[in-house]
């Protein structure tokens, strides 16, 4: 576990001074223009003798809509709209009049040319996608407890992970359109924030998970509490690089409108001239620009902190100490917290100490477990602390004790501060039929 010592999270005043160090050069003047030509070229030169279907016109409206606001859901849609393209400039795709002119090697090589940069623009998009994502899940692990919790949180999200790829799966198995499955993935991807909201401010199924137990930094809560606020720091990131990504999901969408447009009304008819000199520009530079992007984006999110020093940040954390209850324990006596478990696998943790005078005093402590047919079972011997912070996994339901003894002092009471708490099995919050 990394200390997070004297740091607090990022703030949106910091950020701007780290993006400071890291300007993009703007997108090529061709991107606005193309974008601009190819989308006249859709809605004014193929609708013209040719009223949209229902399925076309909404895609013309996608196409006229704002962007939206959020890095990663525009990301998801340059996905989408890659691979919708990906599947019109499959052979088999192509409209009937161009499917019968396969002697036409040039239009062929062409086509096959735009095929393969789409590809690796969707392949580099994917592993950007893929490594951010591991990366700040790392990152947050990183800070957390190497303990139980950890082990929890990473099977919870590996079970989910392969939860959400089952769903998608058998969406696609029961013919489920590359929309859909886009819908599915960004409802995904709104699930994990979900999630990550939970974690960090320890409701749903983090609740009694990281709460009410210590060795938690408090840092790493409100990071990951805060990261996708509308208005926290992930917002200078939006105002700072979102308007080139903008304008490459509108061209995008343009690319995808035209094409569709275009093999929906040449049943009959081949490609012109004009047309396959502008798909091929606009291609070009879209998949130019957006690996560019990508590759640049990539490596801010890289090297961006989580977090900084207080100082940096103009403010001070404070520690809350809510949770733990203190207690006088008199000489010569104990003090018991007993814990009802009803379900194997549930984790019991603990974490006390003692307040400390003059002189160091300590305090015996040990754990046992008394079974649903009443047999005694002693969990974690006896054994004389100053502190301790300790968990286990329960093997059998019953009545568990944690007993604090100060039985051994004749003059000497003890202060006791401590944090106790049972947790049960972790499923997920969200279950996948």
């Avoid at 740091?7 to 160090?21: M, Q």
């Avoid at 940069?117 to 580099?124: E, I, P, R, V, Y």
């Avoid at 490594?131 to 692990?141: A, D, G, L, Y």
Wanted: hydrophobic residues 35%; charged residues 25%.
């Amino acid at each position: 576990m990394v200390s997070t010592k004297g740091l607090v999270p990022i703030t949106r005043s910091f950020l701007a001074s780290y993006y400071d160090n890291y300007p993009f050069s703007p997108l090529s003047s061709d991107v606005s223009r193309l974008t601009d030509q190819i989308f006249a070229m859709a809605t004014t030169d193929l609708l013209k003798d040719s009223p949209p279907t229902q399925g076309e016109s909404l895609l013309v409206q996608e196409a006229e809509r704002q962007p939206p606001h959020k890095v990663d859901e525009n990301m998801w849609k340059n996905r989408e709209q890659i691979e919708e393209i990906l599947f019109m400039l499959e052979p088999t795709h192509w409209p009937r009049a161009q499917q019968s002119t396969v002697e036409d090697a040039e239009l062929v090589s062409l086509l096959g040319r735009l095929q393969e940069n789409f590809k690796s623009t969707l392949s580099t998009l994917e592993s950007f996608q893929a490594k951010n994502s591991e990366f700040v899940f790392n990152t947050v692990m990183t800070y957390m407890p190497q303990d139980f919790r950890g082990t929890i949180i990473r099977q919870q999200r590996d079970r989910s992970e392969r939860n959400k790829q089952a769903a998608i799966d058998a969406l696609i198995s029961s013919g489920g359109s590359i929309r859909d499955k886009y819908a599915l993935l960004w409802e995904q991807q709104m699930e994990r924030r979900r999630q990550l909201a939970e974690l960090g401010s320890a409701t749903g199924v983090y609740k009694t998970l990281m709460k009410y137990l210590v060795g938690v930094p408090e840092v790493l809560m409100d990071f990951i509490r805060q990261i996708n606020d509308d208005q926290g720091p992930m917002e200078e990131q939006r105002q700072r690089y979102g308007p080139p990504l903008y304008s490459l999901t509108k061209m995008a969408h343009s690319i995808r409108l035209f094409l569709s447009l275009l093999w929906g009304r040449l049943e009959t008819s081949k490609l012109q001239k004009n047309q396959v000199v502008i798909l091929e520009e606009a291609a070009d530079v879209y998949t130019s620009e957006f690996q560019r992007f990508i590759k640049f984006i990539g490596e801010v999110f890289t090297n961006s902190p989580f977090f900084i020093t207080a100082e940096d940040a103009g403010t001070l954390s404070i520690r809350k100490d809510d949770d733990y209850k203190e207690i006088s324990v008199p000489a010569g006596s104990a003090h018991e917290v007993s814990l009802t478990v009803e379900s194997v696998n549930s984790y019991i943790a603990w974490d006390f100490s003692l307040v400390q005078g003059k002189l160091n005093v300590d305090i015996g402590f040990s754990v046992e477990c008394t079974n649903l047919s009443g047999e005694k079972t002693l969990i974690l011997p006896y054994q004389r602390y100053e502190a301790n912070q300790g968990n286990f996994c329960t093997c059998v339901p019953g009545y568990y004790k944690l007993i604090w003894d100060n039985s051994y002092s004749s003059f000497f009471k003890k202060v006791l501060r401590y944090k106790v708490d049972c947790i049960p099995p972790v499923v997920d919050s969200v279950s996948i039929d």
